[in-house]
Nanobody
Framework: QVQLVESGGGLVQAGGSLRLSCAAS????????MGWYRQAPGKQRELVAR???????HYADSVKGRFTISRDNAKNTVYLQMSSLKPEDTAVYYC??????????????WGQGTQVTVSS
């Protein structure tokens, strides 16, 4: 129904930067919000950053000042610019989107995840 395709993960040294992208496609009427979550081994999935349709953003305290979320509404794409990366940022990063589909129902969709590894 709706597919989220992530890209941009990889291996980076501490202090480095990465940019994640997530493109939504399928039976989309409109997108209410898009965001990024992450899950490290042995830990619960946690919200990293989220952006609402009108532009308001929310960040986890642990990434404030280092990560920036942005969105291209025309492309149904969300980005996460990650800077000053730390080893504790190592995790699988998942894209999430709250989508109003063409039937006008609202659902949450997840991407397949992309690995981010930060070496010390």
């Amino acid at each position: 129904q709706v597919q989220l395709v992530e890209s941009g993960g990889g291996l980076v040294q501490a202090g480095g930067s990465l940019r994640l992208s997530c493109a939504a496609s399928g039976s989309i009427f409109t997108i209410n919000a898009m965001g990024w979550y992450r899950q490290a081994p042995g830990k619960q999935r946690e919200l990293v950053a989220r952006i609402i349709s009108g532009g308001p953003t929310h960040y986890a305290d642990s990434v404030k000042g280092r990560f920036t979320i942005s969105r291209d509404n025309a492309k149904n794409t969300v980005y996460l610019q990650m800077s000053s990366l730390k080893p504790e940022d190592t995790a699988v990063y998942y894209c999430n989107s709250e989508v109003v589909v063409t039937s006008r129902a609202t659902s949450n969709f997840w991407g397949q995840g992309t690995q981010v590894t930060v070496s010390s």
